[in-house]
């Protein structure tokens, strides 16, 4: 059946949210206070780079079931109302900033309509629901019900479009005397990947927040493990790639997420073991979640890792020209948010060097938000005269470059693979002297 939807915070979530709420089959308005995203929005332009969603917003905007605005009131006729702003970490401490999310429950309830349910996707530290619920009971017109779903999402950005429509499974956090109205209404929501087999587990408040944080810390450890056994890699001699693939085939540890190199980034993972262990903490559980620290300082010490081997390369690197390529924090995104590669650019701008940054995508964010380094539109560009070339995320274009070409370019041939997935013996070939995190170093052949 068909819904009517609104859809409030149209950032990387919501704007993906909102064109597949419509793609099935559910007519839907996208609210946000940013009049210029409503505006390209309204155009069907996408203010992020996620594949497909392009696309899909233009087909969307075609069938005129999907619209855009400004005005909070333009909820007013939707059954259920998606709450997708974001969380973001508090400037100068570890904890998450909720205050989008009670101002986004807080402006909607007084348009909720008899029989409405409020849903909430943004990830919030566990205890935080109770108190939105009670901002829309003081807020909901008489004779309204205060009706709140906790819904976390798990999209992954470059895939977001895919993870909306079809995730691995559907998490509600249900509670109160609408619970069982509330999952049925959510179950309409969401039909047809239900009638697909995707699983949906029902939950309490507590349980819906914490999946979601607990889902992201789990992956971070499991990042932060293999890049910890890289370190030990590098001490020892050892491998990591090849410890990975090892320990990978077990399939009680599994491959993915064992991938090692300068580590994670972005809007998601590095906030949310942030705030998790901030939780921890006000709850007076600090013990159960100190081995976030751990996970955290591993991950930032990687990217000091670069740093070191480009001045190991190159002893004072002030004035010396450097090609960065990669500025998103992963490829398919132009999320440059709590970057590694753009971290590692801007130590390395601190040290006097000449840094060249390439991205395919994300230069004008990384230009509009994080001047220092010199953002080039070229690879050549980065290149030419570069003393030593730094791969840092692991865009399609930077695996295929050719070694040879590349020599040709550059001033010194020394190559730092970040991510670990260049063809190291093709650059040694190449004349390159090839330096991976956790990997022993390929001589120049
Ligand atoms: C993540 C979760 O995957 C998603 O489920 C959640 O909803 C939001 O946070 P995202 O931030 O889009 O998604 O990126 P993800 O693909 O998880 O990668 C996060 C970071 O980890 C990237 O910087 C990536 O380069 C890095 N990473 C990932 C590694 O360093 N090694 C790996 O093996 C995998």
Partial sequence: MSLRISVIGTGYLGAVHAACMAELGHTVVGIDVDAKKIEALSQGRSPIYEPGLTDLLTRMTETGRLSWSTDISAAADADVHFVCVGTPQRAGEYAANTDYVFAAFTALAPHMKAGSIAVGKSTVPVGTVPRVLEAIRENVPDGVDARLVWNPEFLREGFAVKDTLTPDRFVYGVEG???????????????????AGTPRLVTNYATAELVKVSANAFLATKISFINAMAEICEATGGDVLALADAIGHDERIGRKFLGAGVGFGGGCLPKDIRAFLARGEELGLPDSVDFLRGVDATNLRRRERVVTLVEGALGDVAGKPIAVLGAAFKPNSDDIRDS??????ERLVQLGADVRVHDPEALPVARANRPGPNYVDTVDEALDGAQI????????????????????KVAGKVVIDGRNVLDGGRWADAGFTVHSLGRPVVEAR
Avoid at 178 to 190: G, I, N, P, S
Avoid at 393 to 405: A, C, G, S
């Fill in 340 to 345: 590694p590669a753009l971290d590692v650019a």
């Fill in 177 to 195: 005397e609408f619970a069982d109205a509330d999952v049925e209404k959510l179950d309409e929501v969401y039909a047809k990947a239900l009638a």
């Fill in 389 to 408: 070339v730094l791969h840092l995320t692991e865009w399609k274009q930077y695996r295929e470059l050719d070694p040879t070409d590349v020599a040709s």
